[in-house]
T-cell receptor, first 113, second 111 residues
Framework: GEDVEQSLFLSVREGDSSVINCTYT??????LYWYKQEPGAGLQLLTY?????DMKQDQRLTVLLNKKDKHLSLRIADTQTGDSAIYFCAESPPEGNTGKLIFGQGTTLQVKP | AAGVIQSPRHLIKEKRETATLKCYPIPRHDTVYWYQQGPGQDPQFLISFYEKMQSDKGSIPDRFSAQQFSDYHSELNMSSLELGDSALYFC??????????FGPGTRLTVT
């Protein structure tokens, strides 16, 4: 089945690290993504990880993938107020290899000054 | 860098009217996806096209149709609009497999 789940809300203080978690069900998904959405705006691709990797780092962002547990996380180091947004994880099921994305419900990240 | 372009950005229609949303993918991207995002919801996949052919279909109502043209732009046609069709409609493009880039969305309000 296709189901992606995230916790709905996370609040951190500016300068702290944020960790947003996601679980997915399709173990054969080839790519897993993190998108950021600010209020009223579009979806910004932050990073993605190929399923044969277990970690990917890109500046302040670190993605960890535990394929055995079907768990994906996004760590934001030195979180800033500009990081306040909704973060969606998404998987790309392999059926038909069409690349469609299945999104989680989104995690609202609130960064307090 | 060029991004995905969507037009119009905002659209207000009345019930039972029709609407056409347009999407211009990133140059050289041959795959286009359409998603619908209701208020407070996650984006839901509607339909996709690869090289002008429909490649996948999701939860798209029969009242909606879409196509991809020879210049790779795509249009989503929506007829007999209902109040529940009010949402943000996103187009995304990619060179499969991998990175999928989203446009800014069209906010459709049906009154």
């Amino acid at each position: 089945g296709e189901d992606v789940e995230q916790s709905l809300f996370l609040s951190v203080r500016e300068g702290d690290s944020s960790v947003i978690n996601c679980t997915y069900t399709d173990s054969s998904s080839t790519y897993l993504y993190w998108y950021k959405q600010e209020p009223g705006a579009g979806l910004q691709l932050l990073t993605y990880i190929f399923s044969n990797m277990d970690m990917k780092q890109d500046q302040r962002l670190t993605v960890l993938l535990n394929k055995k547990d079907k768990h994906l996380s996004l760590r934001i180091a030195d979180t800033q107020t500009g990081d306040s947004a909704i973060y969606f994880c998404a998987e790309s099921p392999p059926e038909g290899n069409t690349g469609k994305l299945i999104f989680g419900q989104g995690t609202t990240l609130q960064v307090k000054p | 860098a060029a991004g995905v372009i969507q037009s119009p950005r905002h659209l207000i229609k009345e019930k039972r009217e029709t609407a056409t949303l347009k999407c211009y993918p990133i140059p050289r991207h041959d795959t286009v996806y359409w998603y619908q995002q209701g208020p407070g919801q996650d984006p839901q996949f509607l339909i996709s096209f690869y090289e002008k052919m429909q490649s996948d279909k999701g939860s798209i109502p029969d009242r909606f149709s879409a196509q991809q043209f020879s210049d790779y732009h795509s249009e989503l046609n929506m007829s007999s609009l209902e109040l529940g069709d009010s949402a943000l409609y996103f187009c995304a493009s990619s060179l499969p497999p991998g990175e999928q880039y989203f446009g800014p969305g069209t906010r459709l309000t049906v009154t």
